[in-house]
């Protein structure tokens, strides 16, 4: 029975004192939880107005048809950041086109077998060879 009393003095002395345990152990659970309401930076992209919504001048090749040199590591374009921030880097090489599409104002390159972000300006492109080599870029 002395044991039933000072399990139940135990419990007496804590009644009354369980808010005060929540205000103090609160703080820590809402930390770790790190409730922050501070909003992300998603920037837009810079929009190049002589691209965006345009409909390029397209030509298609079949594999093996038109290649392209990249003498230098060159800035790699997904089909919706073409003229904005560069998505990645294609190595120097030789790659089939696949695509070429001419807005006017530039020359884009779709390379395959370069990756998710494969497109490049013709700027970029040493050399054509093949039916697609009309002139150098």
């Not at 230098?72 to 695509?99: C, F, K, M, Q, R």
């Not at 884009?108 to 494969?118: E, F, K, Q, V």
């Not at 700027?123 to 150098?136: E, F, I, K």
Request: one cysteine or more.
């Amino acid at each position: 029975m002395n044991k039933y009393r000072e399990n139940f003095s135990a419990n007496a002395r804590m009644k009354g004192h369980w808010p005060l345990a929540i205000l103090v152990i609160l703080p820590f659970i809402l930390a770790a939880c790190n409730l922050s309401a501070t909003p992300t930076n998603s920037a837009t992209p810079t929009v190049n107005p002589d691209i965006y919504n345009q409909v390029p001048d397209t030509t298609v090749y079949e594999p093996g048809q038109c290649m392209a040199t990249l003498d230098a590591p060159a800035p790699a374009y997904t089909s919706n950041t073409l003229g904005g921030e560069a998505s990645d880097e294609i190595p120097a090489g030789e790659y089939e086109v696949a695509v070429v599409a001419d807005y006017g104002s530039s020359l884009w390159y779709a390379l395959n077998d370069a990756g998710a972000a494969n497109y490049v300006n013709s700027t970029s492109v040493s050399s054509l060879v093949g039916a697609c080599a009309t002139s150098t870029p």
